[in-house]
Every structure is written in C-alpha cells, then in structure tokens.
C-alpha cells in the first residue's frame, strides 16, 4: 500500500479568501480561546460550504466554516448556528465521532457571512481522486466499507427525544416535504431543459412511503466526509460536513449513502464521487443488506430512497452549476457540470426502469 497522507489544505482559491486583520479583531473582541491567526489555508475537496484551516500563533490549527461566496439565496444547506449546533449535541449525547465546536460567529459583518469554528481532526481522508492510487487491498476495502455501515447503524441510534436532537427537523411529513423542497428547488436554479427530472418527480411524488420511525440522520454520508485513522483504516476517527443533519426516516441516509456508491459499472461521473468501485468494496446492495441486519429495519422499499438520493445529488449540482453560469463563483470545476446533472438523472431514472439500484 503506498504511502498514506494526512488531509493537507491547499492554498486559499481566488475570491474565496478571508479578512485575517478583521478576523483576529474579532477573535480578540470576544475573548476568543483562540490564538491570533497567522496562516488560512483551504480545503480544497467539495463543493459545497467552504471549510479553512486556520494556524494560529500559539502553534495550533483550527478548522473554519462558512457558506459559499454568491449563496446568500440558499438557505437550507448553508446554516452555520445549525451546523454549530448539532455538534454540539451530538457530543452532548456521547456519540464523539464528530469535532469539538469552538464558536459560532452570526454576525455576517466579520467575514460577510455567518461561520464557525472547531477544533482539527487529523488522519486520512480517502477521495475519489486518491484512492485507487494507494494500492489498498481488498479485504482492507471491505473492511473499511463494513466500518462506514455499522458507524450510520450507531448514528441512527442516538436517543433523538432525550438528547434534544428531535428538534433539529420535523420528522412529521419528511419525505413529502423533501420531495417538495427538492423539486422546487431544481425549478428555482434550472438552466436547461431537462424533462426526466420532471419524470422523476412525478414517480417520488406519487410513491411516497409511510416511512420509519425518525433518527438523526447525516444526509451526505460518504467515504470522504469521514476521517480515517492512519494506522488502521477501518477505525473511523469522526464524521464531517453536518450541513444537511436533520430529523427524519433513516432510510432517507441510507439512500443518499447507496447514491454516492459507486460500482464498477458506473459512468465516470459517479465514480467521481467515491471509490468504493473498486475490487473489494462492499456492493450497494451488500451496503443495504448489511446496514438491514446490523439495524433491523426493513429495506425492502429501498429503491425509492436510492432514487431519491440522486435525485437530491442533482438537484444539489444544478444548484452549483447555476451559481457558477450566473458567474456568482470563479470555481472552473463548476463549468463542466451539465455533465454530472444528466449522468446522475439518467441513472435514476435507468434505477426506476430496471427496478434495481
């Protein structure tokens, strides 16, 4: 196995860099345990909210989080006191695979939105890109894709009522709502006409399942928003980018997972998304299979939510692709994205077709 590397941010993309002066300003006002900032370097893995590493002069790093630039219209995935929060009581609650929040900034004066801060989680994060290089060895693969199932089985284990967890969505007409919320806005960000969305919102519109009983749920829950433990891949030190986390049928996370899973039959656009194609990994359906008996929920109807799960994706890259044409981002990965949106509409609808995910 080649060498393995610890998450390393690259230098700042233009237009997306902070005020530092103004930053530390505020660092100092409000009494901040956190040391003036002497280096911003960025993440440069997503697309969606930015995250920074920040040095500061005490020898420490930090990781800052806020919106994209141009994405004031987009509520939903872009709640920083949100994001702070569920953090907060997912650690409150003993589930410790997520990093300790250090501060929450609203007031959008400071860096011209809302962010916050937390501590840094070292080890290995595992993209798309990086992967098939490191020579990993299938039973390390299966293992590794075993440890990301059972870790979602203990997530949605996390008692929502006592923890206060519950009121982080509204559980009550979920999937309705996130149907709803999803195709309005694919309207609200369309730039080409597409008529399979249309189709697919008719078919998870008028398929709407009763659903399970609602946990907390990640809702992007894939190989590289975990970070790995050097020395032991299948050890999993926490989970990140909570932008999504709500309340709802857990199954809705297993159907984002299985959306993000790429097979080795898949086009390049998905298997863009992770590495779990290569030889070893868990197959979606083994994915599903194992999540069932490790849970014991019922997945017989989880071709809808794996539908839905790309459906969501699409919607989510329409949403960046429109960004980047209405030049609000400079971002050139944007450019190509019509690509992605027909590849990952195509498959959901070949999925509603075949009836096999």
């Not at 959901?348 to 096999?356: I, P």
Request: proline share 6%.
């Amino acid at each position: 196995m080649s060498e393995l590397k610890i998450d390393t941010p690259a230098p700042v993309r233009a237009g997306e860099e902070l005020d530092l002066p103004r930053l530390n300003k505020y660092l100092r006002a409000v009494g901040a345990a956190v040391a003036e900032v002497t280096d911003v370097r960025q993440f440069p893995g997503g697309y969606s909210n930015l995250t920074y590493l920040l040095r500061t002069q005490d020898a420490r790093e930090y990781v800052l989080r806020r919106p994209p630039f141009g994405a004031k219209n987009i509520k939903g995935g872009h709640d920083m006191a949100r994001e702070y929060r569920v953090l907060t009581l997912a650690r409150e609650a003993g589930y410790h695979k997520v990093p300790t929040p250090i501060l929450l900034c609203e007031d959008e004066t400071i860096l011209d939105a809302p962010f916050y801060i937390m501590e840094r989680v070292t080890g290995v994060i595992l993209r798309a890109h990086t992967a098939p290089q490191m020579n990993l060895t299938p039973g390390l693969l299966r293992g590794m894709s075993e440890t990301l199932v059972d870790n979602l089985v203990r997530l949605h284990k996390i008692d929502i009522q006592e923890t206060g967890l519950i009121h982080m969505g509204k559980p009550e007409g979920y999937i309705q709502r996130q149907v709803e919320g999803w195709y309005k806005r694919y309207q609200a960000s369309q730039t080409d006409d597409l008529p399979v969305m249309e189709q697919l919102y008719r078919w998870l519109s008028e398929g709407v399942p009763t659903g399970q009983p609602p946990t907390l749920i990640h809702n992007d829950y894939k190989f590289d928003n975990v970070v790995l433990n050097p020395d032991d891949l299948t050890d999993m030190v926490a989970v990140l980018d909570w932008e999504m986390c709500t309340v709802g049928d857990p199954l809705m996370d297993v159907g984002t997972s299985l959306s993000y899973w790429a097979e080795a039959g898949d086009g390049p656009f998905e298997k863009s998304f992770n590495f779990t194609w290569l030889p070893g990994t868990l197959s979606r359906r083994e994915f599903a299979d194992r999540y069932a008996d490790q849970s014991g929920r019922d997945l017989s109807n989880i071709l809808y939510y794996y539908v839905f799960g790309l459906f969501k994706n699409t919607v989510v890259i329409q949403q960046i692709y429109a960004r980047w044409k209405k030049g609000l981002t400079r971002d050139e990965r944007f450019a190509g994205l019509l690509v992605g949106i027909k590849a990952l509409s195509g498959k959901a609808a070949s999925a509603v077709e075949s009836g096999k995910y």
